[in-house]
């Protein structure tokens, strides 16, 4: 709309000088008097003037699309440099001892009645350092919420488990900064008496920030791009991928002290001449935290209209975007919180403030459409905190019960019910392979709503919803999860299916490949099975491919007409293999079991010694037998080459998925175009599993 508006302005405009001309722009385009002289020749200037930034925006926003820069220099680099390494990064997790003596300090003289002056320094750097790292755990869990700003987003790629794990130790710097505290405190015990607020200590902090900090961190900022300090300095801070609030802390032992040094100058400079206060120290810290994490997040969260109502304010703070540049380019953008530095010192990206308005506005970018769904459900409270806008290095691992999950359970409680009462499906996470997205999205509904009667129609319309949006705007293949495909809660998928028979998305339920998978695992030589759940979709798919292959199968069922009905699927030659059993006992024998339905410790205890209990039950049975082995839900695991893959899928390892969530990416990959709903076509089972081996896919 601005060329548009600026080649209205050109007919409109006097034949002048182009220097006129771009200072007419500048003036917003008040229209003189209209005039027919040369127009020709400025409307050419004007195309041939906006056509050039127009090809910039695009060439940065290609650049920020594919981010194939990122196999740079900057993703490794020299360790051996003098202060690169931290002193405790050798004890792991148990770094957050250090904090212990002042812990001690309080505990003691709060115990022996000691002066809250002696002791009031202890709590405030334990209290500030637990607030840093909660600013940056909210900024964490706001660049992960997909749901929310998906359409904000700079770079297009996901976090994987690589940079997850670098940036594990992020809050390294949130230790060492209360350490120097501490040694500032006893050094000098004046510095701790100080006023809870002073007017004049806010006003000196501003002038010292401004004055010393920010050209300060300016020229180191360019010194550590230098040949030398790069290569063995701040590479590491750039071998981030992907902007995230955690890469702010991101860095080497000896960035992080000249970064105290920079934080430093305003708190002791007002303090030293008489201005100090706790609030003073509170709100700078805080406040530079949060410019820092903001920076630094991958998500656009400041409005352009902003800097339009106020245009001063570009240099005065800048935003993701901004930071994002300098993480792309390396080469321009280094100002500590204020652009006003980089125009100073010449090193400002031209195209910044455009690149801005483009992300901010949603003019340059839309989020693109994944080809491929994978349609989950919540399966606890507990489990419900394990994704990665709550805590992002917990759902890096397999789900485990974990104290901080039982901490937070109440806020996790209040949130089903919010849930429960108005939600709608959202976007949880996203990953890429072979340049497809791939995506996992998120039913609002929690494991035990599924076996409540009254629930059914609605957790069906939220299904339904899902799988029209997906057919709206253009996924390829959706693959219903666990409870989503339930027979009794729509047959598999086929509910949908029949309801919506114009469908181009594909809608799959993945269980051929599940039935495959557990398949392979039973070695070739077992002539006996015991098989429970056995007239579920998976249970006759599985008995029937056994019963093919010369197996006997003891089928643990109640309803004899559900037996008789899936006899009749083989040939005649072989129907004595299948034999129905209405008590656990029935398997004392047998060592091979395949569970399909929850088995207690008690049930478990009829079969032999030395069994084998192969299970697609979820959740998964208790492994009560120590003399028995156990396999794990049927799963496989991805190709090498997908990208950006950052949380495990529920208990599964890392690069580990269910069976159903790889039978739907094989769909997409093979281009099948029917649905895979309904019962399982047992004549697939093999070629399902040599396409999944065909793609990469392998067995757990």
């Known amino acids: 709309m601005y060329i548009y508006k600026c080649i209205y302005i050109v007919l409109s405009c006097p034949p002048r000088r182009t220097t006129s001309f771009l200072s007419l722009i500048a003036r917003g385009g008040k229209k003189p008097k209209r005039r027919k002289k040369k127009r020709v020749l400025q409307l050419v200037f004007c195309f041939l003037f906006f056509k050039k930034m127009e090809t910039q925006k695009e060439m940065m926003l290609v650049e920020m699309e594919t981010c194939s820069d990122e196999k740079r ?3 490794s680099g020299k360790k051996r440099a003098p202060l690169f390494g931290w002193p405790w990064e050798n004890i792991s997790n148990f ?10 300090e309080l505990i003691y003289s709060r115990i022996y009645e000691k002066k809250h002056s002696e002791y009031s320094w202890c709590l405030h750097i334990l209290i500030l350092s637990s607030l840093r790292g909660l600013v940056h755990q909210l900024w964490s869990s706001h660049n992960n919420m997909l749901f929310l700003n998906r359409n904000h987003r700079l770079s297009e790629k996901a976090i994987g488990f690589d940079q997850i794990d670098k940036e594990w130790h992020w809050d390294n710097f949130i230790i060492l900064e209360a350490s120097v505290a501490s040694i500032l405190s006893l050094i000098n015990p004046s510095v701790t008496n100080l006023p809870i607020w002073k007017t004049s200590g806010i006003i000196s902090c501003v002038i010292f920030h401004i004055g010393l900090s920010e ?6 900022h360019r010194l550590l791009h230098s040949p030398y300090f790069f290569q063995h300095y701040h590479w590491l801070h750039h071998s981030s991928t992907v902007n995230h609030p955690f ?14 040094v920079i ?15 706790v609030i003073m120290i509170y709100g700078y810290v805080l406040v530079f935290d949060f410019l820092r994490c903001m920076g630094h997040s991958n998500i656009e969260v400041v409005p352009h209209h902003i800097f339009e109502t106020v245009p001063m304010l570009k240099y005065l703070i800048y935003t993701p975007t901004y930071h994002f540049l300098h993480h792309r380019e390396m080469k321009t953008n280094f100002c500590l919180f204020m652009p006003l530095f980089d125009v100073f010192g010449k090193t400002m990206n031209e195209i910044s403030w455009d690149l801005h308005r483009d992300i901010s506005s949603n003019e340059g970018k839309k989020a693109k459409a994944p080809e491929f769904v994978f349609l989950v459900h919540v399966v606890d409270v507990m489990s419900s905190m394990h994704v990665p806008f709550v805590f992002r290095s917990c759902s890096s691992l397999p789900y485990a019960t974990n104290i901080i999950f039982f901490l937070h359970w ?4 209040m949130v089903m019910l919010i849930m429960w009462a108005k939600s709608k499906t959202f976007l949880l996470s996203f990953c890429h392979l072979r340049g497809r ?7 609002p509904r929690f494991g035990f709503m599924y076996f409540l009667p009254s629930a059914k129609d609605g957790i069906n319309r939220q299904i339904e919803a899902a799988i029209l949006k997906a057919d709206r705007i253009g996924v390829k293949v959706l693959s219903l999860a666990a409870l989503n495909k339930n027979e009794a809660l729509n047959g598999g998928g086929k509910l949908f299916v029949m309801k919506h028979p114009d469908l181009k998305v594909r809608v799959v339920h993945g269980n051929t490949l599940t039935a495959a998978v557990i398949l392979n695992e039973i070695p070739q030589d077992v002539e006996e099975v015991f098989l429970t759940g056995a007239t579920s979709k998976l249970g006759r798919a599985i008995a029937i491919y056994l019963a093919r292959r010369k197996v006997r199968v003891l089928m643990l069922t109640q309803s004899t007409e559900r037996f008789i009905s899936i006899r009749k699927e083989i040939p005649l030659d072989n129907r004595n293999l299948l034999i129905q059993v209405t008590k656990y006992q029935a398997a004392k024998q047998c060592k091979t079991w395949i569970l399909g339905k929850w088995t207690t410790p008690n049930e478990q205890n009829w079969a032999p010694p030395g069994t084998h209990f192969h299970q697609f039950v979820v959740p998964p049975v208790f492994e009560f037998r120590r003399d028995c082995t156990y396999s794990k839900l049927a799963a496989m695991k991805l190709p090498v080459d997908v990208e950006g893959l950052g949380v495990c899928e529920y208990t599964m390892e890392r690069g580990v998925v269910h069976a159903c969530h790889a039978g739907g990416i094989v769909h997409l990959l093979e281009g099948w175009t029917h649905h895979e709903v309904g019962a399982i076509e047992v004549d697939r089972i093999d070629l399902v599993w040599e396409a999944a081996l065909r793609h990469g896919f392998k067995p757990v």
């Open 215 to 220: 050209p300060l961190y300016y020229w180191l």
């Open 410 to 413: 109440p806020v996790a409680f």
């Open 95 to 104: 770094k957050y001892l250090l904090f212990g003596p002042l812990l001690a």
């Open 247 to 260: 890469t702010a802390g991101h860095a080497t032992f000896l960035e992080h002290l000249l970064l105290c």
């Open 263 to 277: 934080m430093g100058v305003p708190i002791l400079g007002s303090t030293l001449i008489g201005h100090g206060s």
């Open 437 to 443: 997205l791939l995506q996992s999205w998120v039913v």
């Open 73 to 75: 220099v900057c993703s």
